[in-house]
């Protein structure tokens, strides 16, 4: 529902010297966005924050109440309000949407800067910061990403340190690809990655019909295996085949 315009809102939120709460930040602003005029309650310690529980019988703050009702947290607001919210759940793809797209955008500039504008040129750049943007949120949390990777890589259920290879070696190969440097390095690491990656996947998700989350954007993603993460490994390999050909041959 759509709020009148400088309607009251009622909300207490936990704002202390070592706590700021960030959903209660949200709800604020997603009351004022709605036309509400907020009466901003702080709770400035745990004591007080306690206390407010146990009078209204909740478990967590914020709370918002609106014309004596008790709307409750952010989640709860969203829903009264009708205001879409940007939490993801459920699988999503919008981290690889997110990598992919601003992959692009880099190699844009990078041909941009360099003055480089051809097609080919600009699709090396692309895939090969891909694989950068894709390693760096591996190597953000390691542990993480390999307890997700050995479940369907081939190569890491056998030998688990080659989980933990794997990130960096993506990072290594395309950084080299983007330089244009080493090739006779970056071509073979990234073929051999690719190679095992993309049997990996196929085998898991098509063969063995498991229903798996993608390791590819790190540990903890909501993105399913499948052609999103072949993708990435064919990517790998047939940029490998090109680099060698188009530079060594």
């Known amino acids: 529902m759509d709020a009148q315009t400088h309607q009251k809102a009622i909300l207490y939120r936990m704002v202390t010297d070592d706590h700021i709460c960030p959903f209660g930040i949200k709800s604020k602003h997603l009351l004022e966005k709605h036309g509400y005029e907020v009466e901003d309650h702080h709770l400035k310690n745990r004591e007080e924050t306690d206390a407010f529980k146990d009078e209204h019988q909740v478990e967590t703050t914020p709370q918002t109440f609106i014309a004596g009702e008790r709307i409750g947290g952010l989640d709860d607001l969203h829903d009264y309000l009708d205001a879409p919210t940007m939490k993801q759940e459920g699988t999503t793809y ?5 990598v992919f797209a601003t992959s692009f955008l880099m190699a844009l500039a990078i041909a941009f800067t360099a003055q480089s504008f051809s097609f080919i040129r600009i699709f090396e750049l692309f895939i090969a910061t891909s694989m950068v943007v894709l390693a760096i949120l591996k190597l953000r949390d390691l542990f993480s990403f390999t307890n997700q990777f050995v479940t369907y890589d081939l190569a890491a259920r056998r030998f688990v340190p080659y989980g933990y290879f794997y990130p960096f070696a993506e990072a290594g ?4 690809m983007v330089a244009g440097a080493l090739i006779w390095l970056a071509a073979p690491m990234a073929l051999l990655i690719g190679t095992i990656g993309a049997i990996s996947v196929f085998k898991a998700v098509y063969i063995d019909k498991r229903e798996l989350k ?7 993603s909501n993105v399913p295996l499948g052609a999103v993460s072949l993708t990435e490994n064919l990517m790998m390999v047939g940029m490998a085949i090109w680099m060698v050909f188009s530079r060594l041959l």
């Open 94 to 98: 919008q981290p690889v949407i997110a």
């Open 173 to 176: 190969a395309g950084l080299l």
């Open 214 to 220: 993608c390791a590819c954007v790190g540990g903890d």
